[in-house]
């Protein structure tokens, strides 16, 4: 079992930045291949990064490319996201989620998810 608990969801201005963590319980973390998926409002939660347990291979939704960045800190079982040059559409609710398989990550087949944390971009 893995319990995630993400962090540093806030109201941001269009173009800002922003850091989202995620923090995982026990010890098999680095088990894990990780993903971040967001839900906006009326719309189902889609893919947004993966990162294999190494954390040397990331791959991205297209709609993020270039503008955010999934890395992780085994040592310190967290996972992080960097978001940059946001956007209003960038509004969501953020999920971290941990899966056997980082190859199907862009799929939504996790493992564990955890509750989420809300990013509001304003113009």
């Known amino acids: 079992q893995v319990e995630l608990v993400e962090s540093g969801g806030d109201l941001v201005q269009v173009g800002g930045s922003l850091r989202l963590s995620c923090v995982a319980s026990g010890r098999t973390f680095s088990r894990y291949a990780m993903g971040w998926f967001r839900q906006a409002p009326g719309k189902e939660r889609a893919f947004v990064a993966a990162i294999e347990w190494s954390g040397f291979s990331t791959y991205y939704a297209d709609s993020v490319k270039g503008r955010f960045t999934a890395a992780r800190d085994n040592a310190k079982n967290t996972l992080y996201l960097q978001m940059n040059s946001l956007k209003p559409e960038d509004t969501a609710v953020y999920y971290c989620?941990?899966?056997?398989?980082?190859?199907?990550?862009?799929?939504?087949?996790?493992?564990?998810w955890g509750k989420g944390t809300l990013v509001t971009v304003s113009s």
């Open positions: 989620a941990a899966s056997n398989s980082f190859a199907t990550i862009s799929r939504g087949e996790m493992n564990f």
